[in-house]
């Protein structure tokens, strides 16, 4: 099989259904006051994502959009109502709402849902101290759900809190969001804190990385820099708990979603047979328990 003719699975694309949905984060007046938001503020269907990937998709997993953030489960029975290749959901939640407790046991019971996301950022190191957070992650856990972290990773007091949960909750899995936030410094301290505290995590043996997101850093991001940061990645963790995925419509900031696909499957050449498949597709699908 010539490395171009590959099929993959992406564990991280966002549909956006704007006359459906609220999707507060696209509106021009609301944050993020992205220069280029109105490229990627456009409803986005299964369809254009399959059309972009030349055929070769062959399953995905939904990341929450902001389609409705206070009944998230409207998100995944619009999904589950539209979607008809094989894929998996991550829904939102909100860990210091009221309802929390109640939202993970509703979201639960979809057959699509996988995981949840609060996007954690700048505050992650607070509320993944919070009591009432780490309750909510241990419930989370108790239903089977996954959790997607999207936070800096060179902040080793965020990820000392992190591992903390993990140590306390050995049945709870987290995918690791957007390669970690490598920081764009290579030579810097904090890429070597960065890849301390990879190398922690995946030791617990609860996470998974995924290789995507490079736009939010830098829309004009480079391939050399992608390649040291990948191999830098493999050597740290390992192919078996790395998954490339897209982030789809917004990696179409930087080139063609099949473009991308290439890209990422050309960094794999000197890889294995079984190497390749861990990454294009195995990963995810045995992570998110794709049929």
């Not at 010539?2 to 991280?12: A, F, G, N």
């Not at 990937?53 to 939904?62: D, K, N, T």
């Not at 953030?69 to 290749?85: A, M, Q, S, V, Y």
């Not at 899995?173 to 890429?191: C, D, G, M, Q, R």
Request: proline residues 4%; hydrophobic residues 45%.
């Amino acid at each position: 099989m010539s490395q171009h003719s590959h099929t993959w699975i992406d564990p991280h694309i966002h549909f956006f259904a704007l006359n459906e949905g609220v999707y507060g984060w696209l509106k021009p007046a609301n944050a993020p006051f992205w220069a280029d938001k109105k490229a990627i503020a456009k409803n986005t269907t299964e369809y254009m994502l399959y059309r972009a990937s030349l055929g070769r998709l062959c399953g995905f997993v939904h990341l929450e959009a902001g389609y409705d953030n206070d009944r998230p489960w409207r998100e995944i029975t619009f999904l589950e109502r539209h979607c008809t290749l094989p894929f998996r959901a991550v829904a939102c939640i909100d860990l210091v709402g009221n309802s929390v407790g109640s939202h993970i046991d509703k979201l639960g019971l979809y057959c699509s849902v996988r995981g949840l996301r609060h996007i954690l950022d700048d505050d992650a190191e607070s509320l993944l101290r919070a009591p009432k957070v780490k309750w909510a992650l241990s419930h989370m856990a108790s239903r089977g759900l996954s959790f997607e972290a999207q936070l800096n990773f060179a902040n080793s007091n965020a990820v000392s809190a992190l591992l903390n949960v993990l140590e306390q909750n050995p049945s709870l899995k987290v995918a690791i969001n957007h390669t970690a936030i490598a920081p764009l410094e290579v030579k810097s301290y904090a890429f070597k804190a960065w890849q301390q505290n990879i190398r922690d995590l995946s030791e617990t043996g609860q996470v998974a990385f995924k290789f995507s997101g490079l736009e939010m850093q830098n829309r004009n991001w480079q391939w050399q820099r992608a390649s040291y940061i990948f191999e830098t990645l493999l050597t740290t963790v390992g192919a078996n708990q790395i998954m490339f995925a897209s982030n789809y419509p917004l990696c179409k900031w930087r080139m063609p979603y099949a473009a991308l696909w290439r890209g990422l499957s050309n960094m794999t050449a000197p890889l294995s047979e079984a190497q390749k498949a861990a990454l294009l597709s195995v990963n995810a699908k045995q992570w998110y328990d794709i049929a």
